[in-house]
Nanobody, 129 residues
Framework: VQLQASGGGLVQAGGSLSLSCAAS????????MGWFRQTPGKEREFVAATRWSGSAKYADFVKGRFIISRDNARGTVYRWFLQMNSLKTEDTGVHFC?????????????????????WGQGTLVTVSS
């Protein structure tokens, strides 16, 4: 299983960045596809998640600013994205994509790191003032 996050970089406050996660090795249409971040001095925290159905969940601190989406599978590669708008300096940190196996009907989307089974390597987002 491989998850590869990309798209991080340096941006000024108020700007935008788009992150991408490319995943292979599982049928990710039966997984929750999520994004987490680790900002300086903090634990890894939930940012957003989506399911193949298109349902989405967001952390309160990104509602109205970030949008999570996914692409149709191309061959064995699944992709999901995080469009980040109106970035703030406090959004600076390493952003990780992750996948949570859905093992039961009605299982809610996970919002804690331990719920997720597979992780990408992280991509650094730096927002300058």
């Amino acid at each position: 299983v491989q998850l590869q996050a990309s798209g991080g970089g340096l941006v000024q406050a108020g700007g935008s960045l788009s992150l991408s996660c490319a995943a292979s090795g599982r049928i990710f249409s039966s997984y929750t596809m999520g994004w987490f971040r680790q900002t300086p001095g903090k634990e890894r925290e939930f940012v957003a998640a989506t399911r193949w159905s298109g349902s989405a969940k967001y952390a309160d601190f990104v509602k109205g600013r970030f949008i999570i989406s996914r692409d149709n599978a191309r061959g064995t590669v699944y992709r999901w994205f995080l469009q980040m708008n109106s970035l703030k300096t406090e959004d600076t940190g390493v952003h990780f994509c992750a996948a949570e196996r859905i093992s039961a009907i009605g299982q809610p989307m996970g919002i804690t790191p331990e719920k997720y089974d597979y992780w990408g390597q992280g991509t650094l987002v730096t927002v300058s003032s």
